[in-house]
């Protein structure tokens, strides 16, 4: 049905992740072919099917731990085709209160949601580059914006992650290659099941996902999901430092 | 978090947790007593837990699909409305819809749903060819008519009470287009209407609104709709270019979407009174896409807000065949006198249905909503009378409210399936408030 020569490719790095399955649905709903990665990839059969039977397009799984650095270049090599867009929705957010005590823990934190995302991208560019074309999607976080007491460690990759795509994006402006940052505020997902989050600022998954597709078809740099995150984080970065430090948010 | 059914009553705080695959639902079984919980396309309580209601929506993953049969393999979280948006344009509908395709193939196979076409195909459960269902021991189970029977004829309308509904495989139907011929047929009265549908037990679907403020002479009184999928020679030309596209978005020729539409018996009438003339103005066949024919209702979103905070409930009985006609008279004929009109009442006709716990048998179903209040709950307990004096029963996707010994009083299967629940140990971990209620 669809003419596979000219289609398409999404490689998600994080599949199984809600954020990640809702994002490679919505570039399948577009037409893209889907290649997942992640740990225990061979567990992702079923998103396999659903993917595919949904949207009539070829979907692959590939073995992928971000903290296993030596390996990328021959991850990018075992792809078999360069994908069209290349999205890390890698990240982990631990316990703020244990991460602080244990630093083994905090690191494992800083390098899931900085140095591997950042590491891997960076290798994606430069085949980008060379190429010509292609998107890179780097999801990151508001609590990068600004650090907090409940949340630094993350939030403090985070902000490596931003800007990090920020100095790719300027790199490549010109070499034909986008780069999108995707800054969710708070999401229903697994990652946060069971806490108390605020309703009308709490996005779905869903909505991250048509919000990341949107982003890359119309080459759009930063975007915050929901939208109004934009403006609760340019207050929240205006505060002065010396109220901000006294306040508990 | 405060959850409830379609009908916004009753409420109930209930902890909930979203399992992502079997390791995390086997988890939650082994915590207690639990029910699993689907779109909430139900109307009352059935389910509601507050233990434990477990939101099947995360797995909702399409497995298989096997272009020979027809079969699809789905997770038991997955909507009608996405396999409809993935199959139609290869030319495959539901083989049983219920009248919103916002619903969950588990809550699909827990209330063996029907459609427009119980007369000609049965239930959903005709279409089932196998179940996996997780149950109190935690093992989970594949059933089928000849794979573990029992389990799969009680889970078939079991409203959760036997297990958790992991995947199954069902059959879609093969369809040449995405639009309906449907002929609009006005009945003058009750009798009318009835005649109707046993002459057209040819036609695919059928089904009729009913006026059910109208009194003397034209109580009763309806428009029939008859159905068929149109083939590719019924369709003029430019929709035969493309023909599963269908438009988008819609207008309603009836003003439904009133916000804060006062439901009172005044301008329940005068709403009956346009929409029956408005229908009657447009008898004969046209083209409809499939949905505007399946789900007029789903093209207002949240339509369940206008009853106002207090909620709604519906009643909704079958009458035997041999007693549909005095029995759908004594109803509306109640309906009437007490001047508490429902806002969309539904009248259809059921084939013969056997099975252990499934609501439709051979006869006439009625379904009526209602605000919540107490002139109307008073209402409804003299229609669960005229019911039962007519050997009815009840449809529990839609109560909200009847009592245990008239449901037992209604169906003597209930006593064989609280003995099931006994004697498999369902009951010791799968209830809902429902059940609660209802001593099942
Ligand atoms: C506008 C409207 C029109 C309707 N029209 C019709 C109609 O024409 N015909 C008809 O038959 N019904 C009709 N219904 C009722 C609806 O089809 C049923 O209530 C259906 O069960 C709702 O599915 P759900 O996924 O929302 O389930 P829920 O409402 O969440 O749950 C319903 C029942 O299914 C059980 N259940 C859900 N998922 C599972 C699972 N995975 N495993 C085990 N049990 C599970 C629940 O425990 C509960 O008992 C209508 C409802 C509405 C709102
Ligand atoms: N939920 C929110 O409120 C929120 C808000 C802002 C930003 N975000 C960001 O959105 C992204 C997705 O989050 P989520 O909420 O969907 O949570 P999640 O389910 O915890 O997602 C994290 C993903 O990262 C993957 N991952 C972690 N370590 C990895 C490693 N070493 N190698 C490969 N993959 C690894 C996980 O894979 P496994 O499945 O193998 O564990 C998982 O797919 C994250 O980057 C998160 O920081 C979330």
Known sequence: ?249 | MKLSGWGRYPTVECKTSSPRNEADLAGLVRSGQVIARGNGRSYGDSSLNSHMTIDMRRMSRMLAFDEASGQLTAEAGVLLADIISSFLPRGWFPAVTPGTKFVTVGGMIAADVHGKNHHSDGAFSTFLDWVDVLCSDGEIRRCSRDETPDLFEWTVGGMGLTGIIVRAAFRLRPVESGWIRQTTIPAENLAAAIDIFERSADSTYSVAWIDCLSTGASLGRSLVYLGEHAAHADLPRKQLQAPFQTPRKRKLTVPLDAPGFALNRWTVKAFNEVYYRAGRSKTGTQLVDWDTYFYPLDAILKWNRIYGRKGFAQFQCVIPLEQSKDGMQALLEAISAAGQGSFLSVLKRFGAQESRFSFPMEGYTLALDFPVNNRSLELMNRLDEITIAHGGRFYLAKDSRLKAETLAKSDTRVSDFREMRKSTSAAETFSSAQSDRLVL
């Open chain 1, 1 to 249: 049905m669809t003419d596979t020569s000219r289609q398409k490719t999404v490689l998600v790095l994080g599949g199984r992740s809600d954020i990640g399955r809702a994002i490679a649905h919505s570039f399948a709903a577009d037409g893209y072919a889907v290649a997942l990665a992640a740990r225990n990839a061979a567990n992702l059969e079923t998103d396999k099917s659903d993917i595919s039977l949904r949207h009539n397009v070829p979907v692959s799984l590939h073995e992928f731990d971000v903290l296993d650095t030596g390996k990328m270049e021959a991850f990018i090599d075992s792809l078999g085709v360069l994908p069209d867009v290349v999205v890390s929705v890698v990240g982990l957010m631990g316990e703020q209160a244990e991460n602080e005590k244990d630093t083994d823990l905090s690191a494992r934190v800083m390098r899931s949601n900085y140095e591997g995302p950042a590491l891997i991208l960076g290798l994606f560019a430069n085949r980008f580059e060379e190429r010509g074309s292609g998107t890179l999607v780097g999801v990151s976080s508001v609590a990068g914006d600004r650090g907090r007491a409940t949340n630094y460690i993350y939030g403090s990759a985070k902000a490596g992650f931003t800007a990090f795509l920020s100095g790719l994006r300027n790199r490549l402006a010109r070499k034909g290659v986008h780069v999108v940052t995707v800054k969710p505020g708070f999401v229903r997902t697994q990652m946060t099941e069971g806490m108390k989050l605020p309703g009308p600022i709490t996005a779905d998954p869903e909505e991250v996902a048509q919000a990341t597709v949107k982003a890359v078809r119309k080459g759009k740099n930063t975007v915050y999901t929901k939208p109004v995150w934009a403006l609760i984080m340019l207050i929240i970065t205006h505060i002065p430092e010396a109220i901000f430090k006294k306040m508990s948010i």
